[in-house]
C-alpha cells in the first residue's frame, strides 16, 4: 500500500495521491494570485501553498478532487506543512476516487449488512418490525455510508452503521443478563435512533448540517419518518405500539439539554439512552489515544467535557510475574 | 346569580349546587363507613365528610356528579371545610352540566372563533395555511373547551383558545412595529403551537396528561400531525416551507431545558417564544393577584420560579395631585 | 411459602411472622402508653399501633426482632395500616433470624462466589491481582451480605456482590467487542470499586452511615485501603501500576459533582463509569417496575432525577401477527 | 450619496470620507515608523497600514478624526483590508464631522422626541411624572444620542431612546390587552429603565463603561439617581409610590445573574422585564440578518446564547397559489 | 436564673413566665373556642393548646406579651408540647419585657458600641467617616438591637452589631497581614455593609422583611441612603470616592446569584465578601453545634447548601499523650 | 542590583543574565536554521529569535540555562520581543544558577521554616502532631521550594509555604476570636492541605503536573500519605482522631465540584476552606494590581471566574481634610 500523509516525517519528500479538501484563490501583497490548499487521506490531513498558481491551475483544482502531488514535509508556526513542487489532477487511469482517500469503519459494508440483518430477524413484533423494514428501505443506503457526526465519534464513512451496530451487540449482552427487557422494543429503536442523521448531514464527504438538519434535527425528522411509514402502512400513529417506538426514538438523548425533547421513561429507552453514550464515548476515546504516544494525554476531547485521555506507557501495563 | 363556595364566610350556613369534584369512600377507626368529598364551583373548592354515608351515597356520590349540598362554613386545621348536613346528586330540573361549576375564559366561544377566524384570514402563504385549516378541521373544536395546561397558566375551560388568540394579538403589535417579520409564519406558529395539547392533556374537565402526553408531548405530538396533514394534503413534510413551521413549533419553548428540540433560529421563532412566556406569566400573575388582598404577596408561583408577587395597595397606586 | 405482608388485602386478617423494623414507645394525650410499630418482611411492610401496651411488650419489642402478630389490614390516612390483636416475640423453634426477612439478591451467595471467581482469574496482571486478592481477604465476607445502597438501587442483602458481577459480566462483554480495552484493569477496577461500601455503611439490616462514611466517603476509605494494601504487599502505592489502579477507583462516579476527585483520563475509568451507572439505572428501575401496575407509572425515582417510568400494558406489548 | 466602505468589492479602487476609528503608530522589523489604521461610516469598517508614514501623518492620524483617503480593496489573511495609496485630514469645507460617518437609529431625533412625549402625557400619577420629568431634564439629552449597548443590540447612535420607546409600544398595546396593569407604572419603568446607561457609558463615539459604570452598574446608578430626584423635589424615597418605581428599575434585568438586584415581583415588573428582552432581541437578530444572504446563516450572536439565526430564502417565503 | 423552657424534661412540671410568640384563636369541630400558643424565651420554643378559653383570654393573650404560664412538657406527634393548666398576663411588677425573653448576642451593647468607636477612629479618609458618621446618626441605634438575618446566623437581639463587629476584628487582623489593603475603605465598608438590614427587617422581634425589603433589598436601600447622605453633607454621589465605597456595599454579597448588583472589582470588596460570608458560616455552624450531642450531625443547614455538621465525641478530640 | 527584563523601555538597548525558559530549533521558510528563544528573570519574560543560529548555539541553549544576552527591545504584534544581537551561555564565574531567576516569596525560607516551627508546637494533640512530624520530614523541604500553583495565586518558588503560613496566621487569629474552635485540628489541617502539591507537581522551575497528580490529584495523594504514615507511626487510619484529620485534607476545596470528594462536615473544615480561599484571592489580586497602572483594570483572572480588578487613581484613595 502506498505512503500515507501522516507516515511522512520532517523534511522527507512526498510524492501522493490525495483528496483536494479545501482550495482557495488568493493573492500576495505584492498582488500575485496563489492557492491555499489542504489535502487528505484516510491517515490525516497537510495544508501548503501552491505558488504563482496558473489560471488553470486555479480552475482545476477543485475541492472534492483527487489530486496527485510530490513536495516536501516542513514546519510552518508549529504545524506541518507541504512545500508543494507539484500538484495535478488525477487521471481516470490513476486512484481518483475521493471515497478511496477517507477513513472508513472497521468492518466492510457487507459485514455490516449481515450484521444488522441478524438483528433485524430479532424484531418479533410485526408493528416494529414492519416501520423498521420500510424506513430501511427508504434510508438504509444512506446508512451504510454515511459518518455517525459531523466529526466526534464515528466521523467515518460507514460510522453511523458501525454505531448502530454496536449498541446492538451491547444491547444483546443487556438483553441476555436482565430478564424484563422488551428485546424487540430495545433493538428496534437501537437500529432506528440515529437514522435521522441521513437526513440531518449532508453525506460522507465534507459534512455539513443541512437546512433542516439545523432547523428540525435527526431526533424530530425521525419521528417524522415514522409518522409517514405508518401512514403509508396503515397504522395509527398515536396507537399505543408506535407511541412506545416514537418514545424510544424522541428520548434516546436522555436529556433535554442534549436535545431530546422528552427524557426516558420506559426502561428500554433509559437503557438505548446509555449504550449509545457508551459506544460513542468508547470510540471517541479510541480514536484519540491511536493519535497520542503511550506515556502522553490526548487532546481536549470536545464532547467529552473537554476532558483529556491519558495513554499508558508499556512500564504500566506490561504483565510481569 | 347563585352564591358561590369562595363567597361563603366562616360559620355561614351553605346551600349551593357544585360540582363533585373528589369522592373517596374509607371507613372510621370504629368501622363506620364515611365519603370524603370535595366540591367545587368556579369560584374555588372545598372538602368536607359526610359521616354515616348510606350504600346508596356511596354508590351515587362519584367524582364529576353535580350535586346540591347544604351544610356550614367551618374550618379544620387552619383550611376551611364544609360540614356537611345534606347532599343529593342534581335532578334533571336543576343545574347538572358539569361545565357549568368549571371556572371560563373571559370571553365567549363564539367570540374566541371570530378572533381567530380574523387571523386566519391574515395568512396568506397556501402552504401554511391550508395546514392551519386542516388541523382545526381535525382539532380544533377541544382547543376552545381545553384548558392551556394542567394547573398554571389558563388552567379554565376555554383557556387554550383564549391563550393562543392573546398571543395572536399581541404578535400583531409586533408584526405592526417591525417591518422584517413574517407576518403568516408568525401567525400560523402562533395559531398552532400549541394545538398538541390537545392530545397531551384528557380534557376540560379533571384534567390529567395522557400516556402519549408523557412519552411523546405535546410539541412532538403537534410535528406529527403536521407531517399527518402534508401527507393527506399532498406536501412533502421536508420541503423549505413546512419545514420552516415545524421549527416555529419545535422551537417555541425556547430552551432545550424546557422540552424544545430545537432554539429558535428564525426570526418569528425567537418572537413566539417571548410572547408565549409574556401572556402566561402575566396570566398566572393576574390569577394570583385576584385571589390576593392589597399589601399582601401571593402565594409562591411554582411556574415563576417560585416567585412571590406583591399587590399594591390603595394608597401605593391611587392618584393624587 | 407462608403468606407475606403485601400478599394481604384491605380488611383482611392478617397472621404472620415479621421483622420489627421500628418501634417507639409513646403515651396517648389521655396518658396511656402505647407503641407505634412497624413490621417487614421482604415483600414490603406495615405500620400500625399496639394500644394499652404492658410494661413487658415495651421492653421486649425492640427494633430488630421478630415477632408474631395476628392483626388486620386497614387503611388510615390513605395509608395500609395493620390494626393488631395480638404481638409476641418469635420464640427459638419459629423463624427467629431477622435475615430472613429481609430482600435478597436474586443469586444465593454461593452462586455470587463463583461468578467472582472466574473473573479474579481473569486479572493476569500480578500487581492488581494481589491487590484484588488482599483486599477481598479483608472485606470480602461483607461485600457478600452489604446492600449496594442505603436506599435506591441493589437495596437488599447481597446487592453490593450482585451489582458488582453485573457489572463484570457487562465488561466481559465490551471487553470482546472492543479492541484496546485493558481486561485486567477494568476487571479489577470492576471488583473493588464499590468495597468501600462495607466500610461506609452499617451494616446489611437497618443500614446507616458510619462516621467514617459520612466524613471520608467510600471512595476516599477504598483509595486508603488499596494504600495499606501496598504497604503490606511491599508495592509502593504511587507507582504506576497502583497509580492506574487507584484511578480507577477515584474516577468511577464520573463527574466531580458526583463525589469523584478525578474525572475518567484512561479508557478503562471511563467505561467502569457508564457500566456502574447503567447496571444501577435498570436495578431501580426494575425494582419499581415490579410494584407499578400495567399501564401506571412507578413513583417519582430520587437517584434518577426524580422521573416516574411507565410500565406498558399487555396491549402495547403482546405480539400479534 | 457617496458610496461606502461595505459597498466596495475586492479589487476595486475607493475613495471616500471616513471616521479614524483606530490607529496606532508602529515600527516594522526594518525599524520603519508605519501607521496601523482602521477607518468606519455607518455601513461597517476596514483596516490598513500606512507604510512609511512621515512624522506630520503620525501626529495628525488620530483615532476620532475625519479623513480623505485613497486606496484599493484587497483580501488580506481572509479579511478584507485597504491598500492605501493616500490618507489626509478632511478639510472645514469637507464633511468633517465625526457623527456623520457612524449608524444613527431609524427614526430621527425630532421624531424620537415626539415619541417620548405622548407618553409622558400618559403617565397621570403626579409623582412619578415628576420624578421622569426632572430626570428627563438632567440626562434626556443624552438618551437621544447614546447607543443602547456597547455592542450587540441598538449600538448606534439613538439606539438607547429607539429601544426605549419601542418598549413604550409595545407596552401600550400590553395596556390595551390586559385590563389590571398599571399603565403609569409601566410607562414610567419602561421609559427610565435604561437612562442610567448615560451615565454607565462614556458616549455615542468609540463607546466605553465609565468607572462608576464599571464599579456601580446603570442600574443601581439610575436608582441612586431618584434617590436624589426625590431628595431635590421633596419626596422620601423610601415612601411607597417611589418603592414602586425604584423596584420596576431595580428588577429590570429579570433574573439576579444579569445584574438585577431583585427579581420583578409586581406584575409591571415582570412585563417591562419581558418586553425589554422582546425588544432586544428582536433588534440584534433584525440587524444580524440585514448583513446575511438568504439561505445563509448569521455568525453566533453573543448575547443570545451564540445561537446563530437562518435567513429564508425567496423560495422558502414566497407566496403562491 | 429561673428554669428557661429548654431545661425542662418529658412529663415535668412546667412553671415560668416566657413570651407568647404566637396565639391563634379557633374553634374545635364540637364548636368550642379554644387557643393556639406557642411561647418562647431565649432557650427555645414549645406549643400547647388552651382549651375552653374564656373570651377575656381570647382578647387578652395576644402574640408578644409576656405571660406566666403552668403545665406539663409532653410528647405530641414527635414533638415536645406543653399541656396547659393555666395562663396570665405577666404584671407590671414581674418580668413583662419581651425583650428580657428573646436571645441576645454574647457582648452587651455598651460593650458592642465600644467596640464599633475604636473602628470609627481608624477611618483616616474624612469622605467615608462623615458617611459613616452621619448613617450611623440617623440608623446606629437599631443597629445594636437588630438581628443580622430573620433566620440564620445571628438572629438574636444585637445580632447584626455583633456580626459587622465580628467581621471588622477579622478585618484588621488581615491589614496587618497584607501590606497594599487600604484599611479605611475596608473598614467603611464592613462598618456599615448590613446596615440596610435595619429599613429591611421590622425589628429585633417577630422579625419579618418590610415591604421596601422585599422590592428593594437592604443592598439598594443602603446605596440609596448613601446617596441621600451625600445630598445633606454636600458630597457628589458619583465622585470617585463615593463610588469607591458604594461599590463596597454594592458587592459585598460576591455573586450576582447572591443579590449583588456587581461582583468585586476592588481588592477590599473581595475581602469584605469573604470575611463575611466566613464569619456568617462560622456562627450558623456554632449555633447549630451547641444544640447537637457529642456524636450526633446537626439538622441540615439551610443557609449552608443543607449540609449537616458533625459535632465530635471527647474521645475524638481529647488529647492523650 | 541589575536591570531586569521588565524594567527596559520600548528601543532600548538591553544586556544581562536571564533564564532561557523556551528554546526552540525551526527552519525559515528559505531552509536556514533558527532558535526561537524566550527568556526570564524575576521580573518577567521576552521572547526573541536567533537568526543564523550556529548548530554549537542550538545544541548549548537548552531551556533552564541561564544564558547573557545582548539585543534591543522592539514591538512586534502589540507585544515585547527582543532583537538578539549576542547570546551565550552564562560561565562558572557569571550568575549561572537558575533559581536566581525566578520569582520568590516575600520571606526567605529561614523566616518561613520558624514560622511554621511556631505552629507545630501549637498542635498539643500527639497523634496530629505525629503525623505532622512525619509527614514534614518525607515532603518538608519541596514545601519550601514549590509553587502553591502551576500558575494563578503564589506561582513563585516557596509559594506553597508562603500559602499555608499565611492561612496559619488567619487560621491564629479566628481561633482567638470565636471560643469552640479546635485550634490543635485547625492547624494541622491547614499546615498539611496543600502538601499533596509536592507530589502533584513536578517541582519548582517549568512546573508541570506530574501523572499522578493529573490521575490521582493533590487531594488524595496526601490522604494516602496519611494512611502510610499511620502504618509507620502504628496509627490505625480509620481510627477516629485519624478520620478527623483525613476529612479536613480531603474537603478543604469546599466543593465537590472543585475536587473535594466531601465538602465539610466540622466547623474547622469550614473554615480551613474559607481561609484558603481568602488568601488564595488576596495573592492572586495583588499579583495583578502590582502589575496595573492606577486607574486601569487587571487583565481577567481565570481563577476568579475571569472578573478583572480595579486599581484606583491617587486621587480616589489620598486622604484630604
Redesign the interface.
Known amino acids: 500500500m502506498a505512503k500515507q500523509i501522516a507516515q511522512y516525517q520532517e523534511g522527507e519528500s512526498m510524492q501522493l495521491f490525495a483528496l483536494l479538501k479545501e482550495a482557495a484563490a ?2 500576495t ?1 505584492a498582488g500575485k494570485p496563489y492557492l491555499a490548499l489542504t489535502i487528505s487521506d484516510a491517515s490525516g490531513e497537510i495544508s501548503g501553498m501552491r505558488w504563482d498558481a496558473t489560471p488553470d491551475e486555479i480552475k482545476q483544482l477543485q475541492a472534492g478532487k483527487v489530486v496527485s502531488v510530490k513536495g516536501q514535509r ?3 508556526r508549529d504545524r506541518p506543512q507541504i ?1 508543494i513542487d507539484s500538484i495535478r489532477l488525477a487521471t481516470e487511469s490513476e486512484p481518483h476516487d475521493p471515497l478511496l482517500f477517507v477513513p472508513r469503519a472497521p468492518e466492510t459494508t457487507i459485514q455490516l449488512k449481515a450484521g444488522f440483518r441478524e438483528f433485524f430477524y430479532l424484531i ?3 408493528v416494529w418490525r414492519k416501520i423498521a423494514g420500510h424506513l430501511f428501505s427508504k434510508h438504509g443506503e444512506k446508512l451504510f455510508s454515511y459518518p455517525a457526526a459531523k466529526s466526534n465519534h464515528h466521523a467515518f464513512v460507514g460510522g453511523l452503521a458501525f454505531h448502530t451496530l ?1 449498541i446492538l ?2 444491547a444483546r ?2 438483553v441476555g ?2 430478564p ?3 428485546a ?2 430495545l433493538y428496534t429503536g437501537a437500529m432506528l435512533h440515529d437514522l435521522g442523521k441521513t ?1 440531518e448531514l449532508s453525506g460522507p464527504i465534507a459534512t455539513q448540517y443541512t ?2 438538519g ?4 435527526h ?3 425521525l ?2 419518518e415514522i ?2 411509514a405508518c ?1 403509508e402502512l396503515g397504522f395509527d ?2 396507537s ?2 408506535v ?2 417506538l ?2 424510544m426514538i ?1 428520548s434516546h438523548h436522555g436529556l ?12 428500554e429507552a ?2 438505548l439512552h ?2 449509545d ?2 459506544d460513542a ?2 470510540m471517541t ?2 480514536t484519540a ?1 491511536n493519535k497520542t504516544a503511550p ?1 502522553e ?1 490526548t487532546d481536549r476531547l470536545f464532547s ?2 473537554n ?4 495513554r ?2 508499556n ?3 506490561l ?3
Open positions: 488568493k493573492t501583497s516542513e514546519t510552518y512545500k418479533d413484533e410485526p454496536s451487540r451491547l449482552s443487556v443478563q436482565y424484563n427487557v422488551n424487540a422494543l437526513i437546512v433542516m439545523n432547523l428540525i434535527g431526533i424530530s425528522l419521528d417524522g409518522v409517514q401512514d400513529p398515536e399505543p405500539k407511541v412506545l416514537r418514545h424522541l433535554l439539554e442534549y436535545g431530546s425533547p422528552s427524557r426516558p421513561q420506559l426502561l433509559e437503557i446509555h449504550l453514550e457508551l464515548s468508547i476515546i479510541q489515544l506515556g494525554y467529552l467535557d476532558r483529556r485521555f491519558y499508558p506507557t512500564e504500566e501495563t504483565k510481569k510475574s
